[in-house]
């Protein structure tokens, strides 16, 4: 019993940042339709960044927050500069750019970094929670700041002017501008807060898996499963999806032999395929119904 | 009386498709201008040229200001609000919600809580159902909240494109007699698109009548409405 409480728990710490990841890649979904194959390398090159700054002498905390400010200005950047000129390009043509920027950012943070693993340090510390054995402080620190995130984001969307503008724009991009919405920058918004947030899980993980070019790789296929299995299209649904994930993928490397911890990654991907043959709008996502 | 919308040579494009041909009119301020022809005459299409939702040429004229090359956004601010063809409902968005993106561009935050109050008098309907998600209202109600939408703005023009269209006959009765008083109370001038011309005409004070993209023909309403060949070659009734 003692494991499975362990095993649920810990999946539940991996699964808060699956649902970031997830709740990256929805935001961007909902805003250009396209599904961000870079979501991953920009988290990782942003958690390199915070890494750089605390090789500086940066306290880890101010790190943290100038990072979300870097990301949340880059994520804005790389709209205006690649996708903004693409809006309107067939959809191959995206995947393209999304592809390139995936090669371009790995490449980059090699060069700059190199590709050997480094220690990533946790502010909260790696013993017992509580002096509990079933979690440790960093897992809970993961599950702390996310919820502290996700409720941010609630309050965001549900109750700020802006927040509703971005939720227009995002839904009858139409309409919106016949308000006076300026939707182009509602997507370049969603493109920062999205990076944003991918940073923050980036930098949760980071202590987990260690800090190298190709870390976030394996978090964002488990993100991209989260995303389909709550559906790409509610935010919520992703959020559940994250956890339910971590908490699946866990449990599948304990109770069913023959998995372990190697076939962890492809049970993700039978997930996947599992919700679109049976579910194709994901649990919480909405059918599209088009007139014909 | 002054011109509030002046439309001079207008020419609109649907690709290499022209949709336009040069139509010209003009709207005063406080009237309730009707544009009334068959489909596919260009109505639809004067009302997205004036927003900039459509590629055109000619010359645009608000209240003295040019509004070519103004993107569509930024003729929102100018008092203009537009209730689309399909009536444009955020339908995944509570009722309330849809009220306050019409006032987006507002800054005025006490104004806004009462002009919703204000709208939940026109339309008691919407207060009821005002945490309701907008896409579960009937069409009725969906034109109604669509109408308060464009209201939220304060706007001194309203657009509007046929908002009779799916309506059961009482219900679009209804919704004339309170945009005949939206126009009259609340002195917003408006600019209907109509298909059906005999309700548009008892309603408007002004006409004019597009066929293939020109102004064939344009007065009084009432003149319009009463002359029986005009009646029976253009509004076929």
């Known amino acids: ?292 | 009386m002054t011109t509030l919308l002046n439309v001079k040579d207008l020419r609109a494009y649907y690709g290499q498709v022209q949709a336009l041909h040069g139509l010209s009119f003009s709207l005063n301020e406080g009237s309730l201008t009707t544009l009334l022809g068959a489909n596919g005459a260009g109505k639809t299409t004067t009302l997205r040229a004036i927003c900039n939702m459509v590629r055109s040429t000619g010359g645009i004229e608000f209240d003295g200001k040019p509004l070519n090359n103004k993107s569509t956004e930024s003729i929102v601010r100018f008092g203009i609000a537009h209730v689309p063809q399909g009536r444009g409902t955020f339908t995944t968005m509570t009722v309330e919600e849809n009220l306050q993106l019409g006032a987006i561009t507002r800054k005025d935050s006490a104004g806004i809580v009462s002009d919703i109050e204000r709208m939940y008098a026109h339309f008691p309907v919407l207060k009821q159902r005002h945490t309701q998600q907008a896409g579960t209202l009937s069409g009725g109600e969906q034109q109604m909240l669509a109408v308060a939408r464009a209201l939220m703005l304060r706007p001194r023009l309203m657009l509007l494109d046929e908002p009779s269209f799916g309506l059961a006959p009482l219900v679009v009765r209804d919704l004339f007699g309170i945009l005949g008083k939206i126009n009259r109370e609340d002195k917003v001038s408006i600019l209907v698109v109509e298909q059906n011309a005999q309700l548009a005409l008892e309603l408007a004070d002004q006409a004019y009548v597009i066929e293939t993209g020109r102004i064939v023909m344009s007065g009084n309403a009432k003149d319009i409405a009463n002359n029986e060949e005009i009646r029976k070659s253009y509004l076929g009734y």
Not at chain 1, 40 to 63: D, K, N, P
Not at chain 1, 77 to 89: G, H, N, S, V
Not at chain 1, 120 to 139: E, K, M, N, R, V
Request: glycine share 10%; hydrophobic share 60%.
């Open chain 1, 1 to 292: 019993m003692e494991l499975f409480t362990n095993q649920v728990l810990a999946g539940i710490a991996t699964g808060a940042i699956y649902a970031c990841m997830a709740l990256a890649v929805v935001m961007i979904y909902q805003a250009i339709d396209h599904l961000n194959f870079a979501q991953g390398e920009m988290a990782m090159f942003s958690t390199f960044i915070s890494w750089q700054l605390m090789q500086w002498g940066v306290s880890y905390w101010a790190a943290f927050v100038i990072t979300l400010a870097f990301s949340f200005v880059a994520g804005i950047a790389i709209e205006r500069i690649l996708f903004k000129p693409l809006a309107k390009a067939p959809v191959l043509t995206n995947v393209a750019g999304f592809i390139a920027l995936f090669a371009i950012i790995n490449s980059s943070a090699g060069l700059i970094w190199d590709f050997t693993i480094k220690q990533y340090p946790t502010p909260f510390g790696s013993a017992p929670f509580l002096g509990s054995q079933l979690i440790s402080t960093h897992q809970a620190g993961m599950i702390g700041v996310t919820v502290l995130l996700l409720l941010g984001l609630y309050f965001f969307f549900q109750y700020t002017r802006i927040g509703l503008a971005m939720r227009a724009a995002a839904s009858v991009p139409e309409s919106a501008r016949l308000v006076g919405i300026n939707t182009s920058w509602m997507i370049a918004l969603g493109w920062g807060m999205a990076t944003a947030i991918g940073s923050i899980a980036g930098m949760l993980i980071a202590p987990v898996v260690f800090l190298e070019p190709n870390m976030m790789g394996g978090v964002l296929i488990y993100g991209f499963a989260a995303a389909v299995l709550g559906g790409l299209s509610s935010p919520f649904g992703a959020v559940v999806g994250g956890f339910l994930v971590g908490v699946f993928e866990n449990l599948a490397g304990t109770y069913i032999p023959g998995v372990g911890n190697e076939l962890k990654l492809p049970i993700a991907l039978a997930l996947i395929i599992s919700v679109l043959v049976v579910k194709p709008a994901g649990l919480f996502g909405r059918q599209i119904v088009k007139r014909v």
